[in-house]
């Protein structure tokens, strides 16, 4: 897969790049992360990218010339035509059936605002999709794609270990995680659950499956009914 970064801030993302899964990913091959700055593609003597609002009031716009030459310098190259998303707080809400969907593209191109945001043009324009990643502020959207890229990288095929990717499959299915123990068996005197020690993985298993259960039921009970509906609408079809 490759995913480009349009953005003002490229150095941002380089512990992303360079650290734990995603750095992982990217050195093994099965991702390729190109970052482009907007700033290279001002056509000024002052290099701007962002101007004044029509209109008044306070801020500054990230203005169209810079970001449309950008896109189409860097999705021009020869490449597949990437799927070009913006992050911005009006997007849809980021989830993991969304992750996995994009997960199976060959490429995307993830556009990062500052300022007050985009020219209205580059949302209507350039933009295939809007993707918030929760309703929060965020003085740049490039927090958002870093989080957008780790959810997704960690689905490629190869990016997780073994074991971690048959853990991932148990987990997509919805709920939240059942609780995790290492040694020692008594800390502070707070014992590991009896069963995690006894062997019967059967037994195990159920355990897990009734904790993640209980769990989703008493923090997250949207997510059950989300699973529901999803469930509901199998039978039916
Ligand atoms: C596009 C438009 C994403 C990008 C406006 C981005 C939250 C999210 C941004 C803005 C983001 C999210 C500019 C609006 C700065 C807020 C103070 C960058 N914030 N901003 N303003 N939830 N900010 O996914």
Redesign the pocket.
């Given at each position: 897969m490759r995913i480009d970064v349009l953005t003002l801030f490229p150095e941002m993302f380089t512990p992303l790049v360079s650290t734990s899964i995603v750095g992982r990913a990217v050195q093994r091959g099965l991702v390729d992360i190109v970052r482009t700055n907007y700033r290279d593609y001002t056509s000024d003597s002052h290099r701007s990218v962002d101007d004044k609002p029509f209109g008044g009031g306070g801020g500054m716009v990230l203005m169209c010339e810079p970001v449309f030459a950008a896109v189409e310098a860097v999705a021009g190259d020869g490449g597949p035509e990437p799927l070009k998303i913006?992050?911005?707080?009006?997007?849809q809400r980021?989830d993991q059936s969304m992750v996995a969907e994009l997960a199976g593209e060959p490429r995307l191109l993830l556009l990062?605002?500052?300022?007050?945001?985009?020219d209205e043009r580059i949302r209507t324009e350039l933009a295939d999709r809007q993707?918030?990643?929760?309703?929060?502020?965020?003085?740049?959207?490039e927090p958002?794609a870093m989080v957008l890229i780790d959810a997704i990288v960690r689905l490629l095929p190869g990016a997780l270990g073994d074991q971690n990717a048959a853990r991932n499959d148990s987990f997509a299915d919805g709920l939240l995680e059942y609780p995790h123990y290492t040694r020692p068996r008594e800390f502070r005197g707070l014992a590991v659950p009896e069963v995690l020690l006894s062997g019967h993985h059967r037994e195990i298993e159920t355990w897990r499956r009734s904790q993640a259960l209980s769990r989703t039921q008493a923090r997250r009970p949207d997510l059950l009914e989300q699973k529901r509906d999803r469930m509901s609408r199998t039978i039916t079809e």
């Amino acid at each position: 897969m490759r995913i480009d970064v349009l953005t003002l801030f490229p150095e941002m993302f380089t512990p992303l790049v360079s650290t734990s899964i995603v750095g992982r990913a990217v050195q093994r091959g099965l991702v390729d992360i190109v970052r482009t700055n907007y700033r290279d593609y001002t056509s000024d003597s002052h290099r701007s990218v962002d101007d004044k609002p029509f209109g008044g009031g306070g801020g500054m716009v990230l203005m169209c010339e810079p970001v449309f030459a950008a896109v189409e310098a860097v999705a021009g190259d020869g490449g597949p035509e990437p799927l070009k998303i913006l992050l911005t707080p009006q997007g849809q809400r980021l989830d993991q059936s969304m992750v996995a969907e994009l997960a199976g593209e060959p490429r995307l191109l993830l556009l990062c605002g500052h300022y007050e945001g985009f020219d209205e043009r580059i949302r209507t324009e350039l933009a295939d999709r809007q993707i918030s990643i929760g309703d929060y502020v965020l003085s740049g959207g490039e927090p958002a794609a870093m989080v957008l890229i780790d959810a997704i990288v960690r689905l490629l095929p190869g990016a997780l270990g073994d074991q971690n990717a048959a853990r991932n499959d148990s987990f997509a299915d919805g709920l939240l995680e059942y609780p995790h123990y290492t040694r020692p068996r008594e800390f502070r005197g707070l014992a590991v659950p009896e069963v995690l020690l006894s062997g019967h993985h059967r037994e195990i298993e159920t355990w897990r499956r009734s904790q993640a259960l209980s769990r989703t039921q008493a923090r997250r009970p949207d997510l059950l009914e989300q699973k529901r509906d999803r469930m509901s609408r199998t039978i039916t079809e």
